[in-house]
């Protein structure tokens, strides 16, 4: 019998919390163009090279067992490349609406417990010559942040290297070095997870009751209406991805009188205030979002330091210019209470579904009762292009986690000049994500009309 | 609020036997070619034409609803087609070991109880220019015999019919009157399951018993040993099929004096005799058989009286004329206590899960102390070639279920001068199941060595 190690507290809540209508897995899909002078046998190729990569290195050859009642992680004898690395492809024509609605599907099912909590999809057949990568991950294995760094240490910047190994299959001593495709150190990870997890459900509840007690005004801003976007969702899952230009949404932000992460809010509120209009379910009064944002200027390189806003959409407001404004000084006000973190705690702060689910676990709110109505997260992402076995990858968009009275979650992550979205949510509860990322186009043109700069199209 | 039907208790036990290792809905595999001048347009027009039936009617457009505590059928007024049907492809080669992969994959994957409980993937890709149809429906909607039927009712013997409606889009009454591609009439079938199940149950003990009590010599043939085949299942599975001659396996059971159902079981007793000695894990005792089969004579047309067999496999033989006899006599032996049964009976009776789950159900039997070690479930089939929109049926092999205690479940069914052999296990617990098959094509080999009728090669 291999070594048991405990699995951390909190990570037993992510799979306690874990249930058919509500899987805890975090995902992400990659878009990628093959190199123009790849031949036909380039894709059965590099499956049959991944296939290849039988041996498993942790965390990836982690499995859970029941002991007394707990959960340990325990090394997988019976490690099986052919269950976790599943190459699929997309019927003719293979539109992009045809991808994401398999990626829906895919990110819908569970992971069996009985193996190491992750899957690698490698989906050919996308329109215009692509092909794709969704991956998705227990986040009792890792959170959001690091399932991203992950797809991203699956890569590389070097163009020219198609014979990259598979993330699973590389030495963590290797990983660690920094070596050709090095990934996160998640041992200590998720160790870190343990000490900083309950300092943030602290951190948030003192958030919500000192914005309650200290600032009248701001009152009915932290007191979530009831919303559509609060029910109980079903097993199934609508994903939608759009990738905008960085610039674009920047040159907004700022020309107004703003940041990026204000404009980023702006066109979120904007398309919600539109989509729940539409369905004539928008709440008087203004929505909440919960946003784990950095607090880095925006153009700086290093520094990770992360706080947790509550913000006020201002839905209830018509005007756009006025809608701005007061998502701007609701996210000015939110800044100055927030004290900075460390490291550790940003891998928790960031960490869209681990705060939602902590929160819930350490106050025992129930879903009929969320103290916001959507998560809004941004995940700081590579600047620079990156390559999947030559293949470029065009964008790379997270799919996160859908919970019982989080009906919606936008995440968005930056990659080589491009904000890309990923839109995920019940699709029972939630028609038509696709409108919705329309309506977040029509809010950026709002934007840059208000700003005089004009509706130039940075959308790709 | 549309009506809200009650479930039947049986059906209740089903959704309550499920769990996440457990998914209880049974599937089917079709493999099919093309006609020879079909387009590069034809998937893509066949997929366009079937997204077109939005409109669902009974039972495909129920879904289930939770009332104090009980549940209900209730009509799916958001029905969405997207969700149940679902086009894929399998990426070059698109060998058949990948095909089997990716079926068992999606068998493994539970359905969405908020949605009607039913998925049907068409799937492109696979080599030699073929393609496939994987369905599953939850078997609180139909049994496995009615799901391969309805299968059946999704094709048409006119190979020049290419505009099928697809089943779900087609009306009760249209189905009943036996329209174009006819439906079993399922109300009819839901209603009688409840009628018949506690006899069914009732029958299946008094049988144990009886073997039991009265036959002393047949004691240690009733009394199933422990097996791997009898552990917890995980929830990934595997599924294995093939076809074989339906003439070459009945000449080999003429030849030795049996029936094709001896030779049936002889071909699976050698299989699993070899397939566990090559795991060191061949029980010292006889396998116990439960064996859900038509009491036809075999070339009989009309008739569905079926019994439930419990077969002493003669696993613990060496020599093949010894183990066939003992089992030809075994089930001789059993033929003569059972009583023929009503068509609405054998509905259940053959229906493989609803036997094991309902013998659970009634008799609280833990998975720890089965009455028996593996199902092998034999399904009359259509005898004449049938076609879907134009495609020629090569191939149609059952998915089945396995459960904690059965991880794994032999069902076969006959179409067109064939056997179509479905193995279906859990992974985790029992590995290659194409090394099964391999050692039912030797079981046949030697049946036919035995017979003094060669080895002629009748696999397809």
């Given at each position: 019998m291999p070594a048991l190690k405990p699995v951390t507290p909190i990570d037993q809540g992510f799979l306690w919390l874990e249930r058919r209508n509500q899987p805890m897995h975090v995902g992400g899909l990659l878009l990628l163009r093959p190199p123009a002078d790849a031949g036909d046998d380039y894709i059965p190729a590099l499956i049959e090279r991944t296939r290849r990569a039988t041996r498993?290195?942790?965390?990836?050859?982690?499995?859970?067992?029941?002991?007394?009642?707990?959960?340990?992680?325990?090394?997988?004898?019976?490690?099986?490349?052919?269950?976790?690395f599943r190459p699929l492809a997309l019927p003719r024509p293979g539109r992009i609406r045809e991808l994401l609605t398999l990626v829906s599907q895919l990110h819908a099912n569970?992971?069996?417990?009985?193996?190491?909590?992750?899957?690698?999809?490698?989906?050919?057949?996308?329109?215009?010559?692509?092909?794709?990568?969704?991956?998705?991950?227990?986040?009792?294995?890792?959170?959001?942040?690091?399932?991203?760094?992950?797809?991203?240490?699956?890569?590389?910047?070097e163009a020219g290297d198609t014979?990259?190994?598979?993330?699973?299959?590389?030495?963590?001593?290797?990983?660690?070095?920094?070596?050709?495709?090095?990934?996160?150190?998640?041992?200590?990870?998720?160790?870190?997870?343990?000490?900083?997890?309950?300092?943030v459900s602290m951190e948030l509840s003192r958030t919500v009751q000192s914005a309650w007690q200290r600032d009248p005004d701001f009152v009915s801003a932290f007191q979530a209406p009831r919303c559509i976007l609060n029910q109980r969702v079903s097993a199934s899952?609508?994903?939608?991805?759009?990738?905008?230009?960085?610039?674009?949404i920047r040159a907004a932000g700022r020309q107004l009188g703003g940041t990026l992460n204000d404009a980023v809010l702006a066109m979120c509120s904007a398309a919600l205030r539109r989509y729940l209009q539409s369905l004539d379910a928008l709440p008087d009064k203004p929505l909440i979002a919960m946003v784990p944002m950095s607090l880095r200027q925006d153009d700086s390189e290093g520094g990770n330091q992360v706080a947790l806003f509550l913000a006020n959409l201002a839905t209830h407001l018509d005007d756009p210019r006025s809608?701005?404004?007061?998502?701007?000084?609701?996210?000015?006000?939110?800044?100055?209470?927030?004290?900075?973190?460390?490291?550790?705690?940003?891998?928790?702060?960031?960490?869209?579904?681990?705060?939602?689910?902590?929160?819930?676990l350490a106050t025992g709110l129930m879903p009929g009762r969320q103290p916001f109505n959507v998560v809004i997260s941004n995940v700081p992402g590579p600047k620079q292009p990156l390559y999947f076995n030559g293949a470029r990858l065009e964008g790379m968009y997270p799919v996160s986690i859908v919970l019982d009275g989080q009906a919606l979650n936008i995440t968005l992550n930056s990659y080589d000049h491009k904000l890309e979205f990923g839109l995920i949510a019940?699709?029972?509860?939630?028609?038509?994500?696709?409108?919705?990322?329309?309506?977040?186009?029509?809010?950026?043109v709002e934007l840059e009309a208000l700003a005089g700069s004009g509706g130039a199209d940075g959308r790709s």
């Open positions: 498993a290195y942790p965390p990836f050859n982690q499995r859970l067992v029941r002991r007394l009642g707990a959960w340990f992680w325990t090394e997988d004898r019976a490690f099986d490349v052919e269950a976790h569970l992971l069996d417990r009985a193996k190491p909590l992750w899957e690698l999809y490698l989906i050919d057949g996308v329109e215009d010559g692509r092909i794709a990568v969704y991956a998705k991950i227990h986040h009792a294995m890792v959170d959001g942040v690091a399932a991203m760094r992950l797809l991203q240490r699956a890569m590389t910047t014979e990259l190994t598979p993330l699973w299959a590389i030495p963590p001593r290797r990983r660690q070095r920094g070596g050709r495709n090095p990934a996160l150190r998640l041992g200590q990870v998720a160790g870190a997870q343990l000490a900083s997890l309950p300092r899952r609508r994903f939608a991805a759009q990738s905008w230009s960085l610039d674009r809608r701005f404004d007061t998502i701007a000084r609701s996210v000015r006000h939110s800044k100055a209470r927030y004290a900075t973190m460390s490291q550790t705690e940003i891998m928790n702060y960031v960490a869209t579904v681990m705060a939602v689910g902590g929160l819930n019940c699709s029972r509860t939630l028609p038509s994500m696709q409108r919705l990322l329309d309506d977040l186009e029509q809010g950026l």
